[in-house]
Each structure stands twice: as structure tokens, then as C-alpha cells.
């Protein structure tokens, strides 16, 4: 069992906005911990989409976005496109045990 | 090109151990801490641990304290991920990760291939 809990799936035509909700606890995200966010597309590796809450890298498109309040984090997705299609995860800090990640189980993303 | 690179996939059988290797190249391998992460068939992501390669200190996540390893060999830019005792459960992808403080506020920003273990009698 995840310490962040997400949706296991969402939803989404082509061009339609999604997001996709991370929820924590007064030990992690409630604590003021950064949210990240990450992108595995079948097959591949995580790759980092947001950090610091609502940060892009660069080369992650505009249509990502992130944000956090309280205890909870959000995805959101614009434009949705065929190629967003894979798991989403989301990931902060337990400050339990220096440096220990905390994620949470994942949502897959399908666009209809 | 800032890059991790794993080694190849391993079968074990239940009971013995793997040791995973994680090669990294283009940035000061000392510089960043490198973290572990499996990944079960079908299942999320699960974080075991990391090595802050300046000095070799670790951290394990509790589930696996007393049955995981973790190395570094600073001349290879290598870290490495032992696991003993293997079960059926511990079969996974298994990733490393670099995390980038700083800028990217403690992020896994580059990730390996992953490197699958099968554990099978």
C-alpha cells in the first residue's frame, strides 16, 4: 500500500483537459515537502515531468502542470494527445528516515 | 549526455542473491546521490534506498534493512544494489536514479534503464 494515494486511472479525448490528484498526510506533503511528478510511458523508465511542486524541465511541454496545497498535489493535462497515454506517479519525502522517497501507486492515463 | 546505464537482466533462484550495477557518465559521479527503485510486474514504484556516493553513506528503506547493499566504486563511477534472500516477490524491475538538488529541489531527474531481476526455481 502507497503512502500517496492517486486515482488508479483517468480519462481523456483527444484535446480535453485531466488531472490527476495526489493525496498525502500531515507527515509528508503536509509537512511542506516538494511533490514531483513523473511519466512512464510503456516500457520505459520514470522520467521526471514536474519537481518542486510546479516546475517544469526543460523540454516537458506548457500543457503539464502541477500544484500543491495542504496535504494534496495535482497533475493537470492540457491538449491531451495520444502520445500522454502511460502511468503517472507522484512522489515527495518521509522525513521519517533522512532521504527516504515516498510514492504514490500510480494512475494510468488513457486517452480515448 | 548525463546518463546511467544498468546492467543486463539477471535470473536467480529463490534464496540466492543478485547485485544490480549502475554506470554513470557525463557529471561528477560524487556530486549526487544515486537511489534504488523497484518495480513489481504490473505494480508502482517502490523505493529502497540510497547511496550518497561522496563517502559511500546509505540509507535503506525498512522493508529491506538487514537484506539490501549498497555500494559505490568511485574509479568506475559505478554504484552497485545487492540484494540477498531472494523470494518470488522480489522480482522487479529494478532502477537507479540521481537525485539533483539544487535547481531541481531533490528530484530523480535522470533515470536508468532498469534492469530486470526474475527470481524462478
Known amino acids: 500500500q502507497s503512502v500517496l494515494t492517486q486515482p488508479p486511472s483517468v480519462s481523456g479525448a483527444p484535446g480535453q483537459r485531466v488531472t490527476i490528484s495526489c493525496t498525502g498526510s500531515s507527515s509528508d506533503i503536509g509537512a511542506g515537502y516538494d511533490v514531483y511528478w513523473y511519466q512512464q510511458l510503456p516500457g520505459t523508465a520514470p522520467k521526471l515531468l514536474i519537481f518542486?511542486?510546479?516546475h517544469r524541465p526543460s523540454g516537458v511541454p506548457d500543457r503539464f502542470s502541477g500544484s500543491k496545497s495542504g496535504t494534496s498535489a495535482s497533475l493537470a493535462i492540457t491538449g491531451l494527445q495520444a502520445e500522454d497515454e502511460g502511468d503517472y506517479y507522484c512522489q515527495s519525502y518521509d522525513p521519517s528516515l533522512s532521504g527516504s522517497a515516498v510514492f504514490g501507486g500510480g494512475t494510468k492515463l488513457t486517452v480515448l | 549526455q548525463v546518463q546511467l546505464v544498468q546492467s543486463g537482466a539477471e535470473v536467480e533462484k529463490p534464496g540466492a542473491s543478485v547485485k544490480v550495477s549502475c554506470k554513470a557518465s557525463g557529471y561528477s559521479f560524487t556530486g549526487y546521490y544515486l537511489h534504488w527503485v523497484r518495480q513489481a510486474p504490473g505494480q508502482g514504484l517502490e523505493w529502497m534506498g540510497r547511496i550518497n556516493p561522496n563517502g559511500g553513506g546509505t540509507n535503506y528503506a525498512h522493508k529491506f534493512q538487514g537484506r539490501v547493499t549498497m555500494t559505490r566504486d568511485t574509479s568506475i563511477s559505478t554504484a552497485y544494489m545487492e540484494l540477498s534472500s531472494l523470494t518470488s516477490d522480489d522480482t522487479a524491475i529494478y532502477y537507479c536514479a540521481r537525485v539533483s538538488s539544487g535547481w531541481y529541489r531533490d528530484a530523480f531527474d535522470i533515470w536508468g534503464h532498469g534492469t530486470m531481476v526474475t527470481v524462478s526455481s
Open positions: 518542486g511542486n510546479s
